[in-house]
């Protein structure tokens, strides 16, 4: 594994890679979801730490994307494996179709 030279907190890359902030923290939200090594926890001293990711993560997180959503069917599979909150399903869902 090379050394990690940066990393980009979760809110950057979602912006990097046009995908909706509340799916990426529901994914990233269980380490399981990625491989290790690839999302790490960055603490600035406040109470909650800062989700980030290796070039490795984001370009996981891509594939994963990219792969659920070669179906309807696969992404509504996806969004109810990966996000607990039904709600945030439902919002997930309207902002994908708008």
Do not use: C, Y
Request: cysteine-free; overall charge negative.
């Amino acid at each position: 594994m090379a050394t990690i030279t940066h990393v980009f907190t979760i809110d950057h890359v979602s912006q990097m890679i046009g995908e909706d902030l509340e799916l990426l923290q529901a994914i990233v939200s269980n380490d399981d979801n990625l491989s290790s090594g690839s999302m790490i926890s960055v603490h600035d001293g406040k109470e909650k730490a800062i989700t980030a990711l290796t070039d490795d993560g984001i370009d996981e997180l891509t594939q994963m994307l990219t792969h659920a959503r070669r179906s309807a069917e696969k992404w509504s599979d996806f969004l109810d494996d990966f996000v607990s909150d039904p709600d945030s399903i439902a919002r997930i869902k309207a902002r994908s179709s708008a």
